[in-house]
Structure formats: C-alpha cells, structure tokens
C-alpha cells in the first residue's frame, strides 16, 4: 500500500493549487482518504475527508474554500485548493483510513505548500 502526494509549491496569497494522491497496492474507493496538513511548529491537523461512499467533510478552516474529490478510474485524490492564505502553508499529507474521523493506517509522503503575503 502506497500513497504520493504530489501538487505543491509556491503561490501567492489568493492564488490556487490542486494537490494529488496517487494510490498504488489498494483501491481509493475502499477507504475514506483524508488529507492533513502541518506547519512548522504546529500539531498535524485533518483538513478534508472522503468517505466511500463519497461523502466529504472539511475543517473549518478550509471550508469553502477547498474541494475534495476522487477518479476512481484513475486511482487518484485530489485536493483544489483556492483562495489560499499565508496560514495554509504547511506539508500536506493523503492518507486512508477505516472511517473519516479515525487516526490514519497509512500516510504517503508530504508534499510542501507555501503561501507567500
């Protein structure tokens, strides 16, 4: 079981990013697949899940702001991310787990994102 986050860099204050996750060894669709983030100094913090049945759930923080959504046919994640803000800079992580909600099994590697004031 593998997961890639991929999608980062360097955008300015309002601008956009779309994240992926690339799974390998498992079917996304099986599993609700989250996506966290952290940022220098701060505990990982959960910013959006998946269910399987396709059901999404955001934090606050990002809520109408960011959009989670899969293509099972590809077997990939993705995270549209606009209007970022300074304090969205963080390494953002896609991982799966039994339920949204539940500490993950399997994380991938990070991906940075920076957003500059």
């Known amino acids: 079981v593998q997961l890639q986050a991929s999608g980062g860099g360097l955008v300015q204050a309002g601008g956009s990013l779309r994240l992926s996750c690339a799974a390998s060894g498992f079917t996304l669709d099986y599993y609700p697949i989250l996506w966290f983030r952290q940022a220098p100094g701060k505990e990982r913090e959960g910013v959006s899940c998946i269910s399987s049945g396709g059901n999404t759930y955001y934090a606050d923080s990002v809520k109408g702001r960011f959009t989670i959504s899969r293509d099972n046919a590809k077997n990939m994640l993705y995270l549209q991310m606009n209007s970022l803000k300074p304090e969205d800079t963080a390494v953002y992580y896609c991982?799966?787990?039994?339920?949204?909600?539940?500490?993950?099994?399997?994380w991938g590697q990070g991906t940075q994102v920076t957003v500059s004031s």
């Open positions: 991982a799966a787990a039994t339920k949204c909600g539940s500490y993950p099994g399997y």
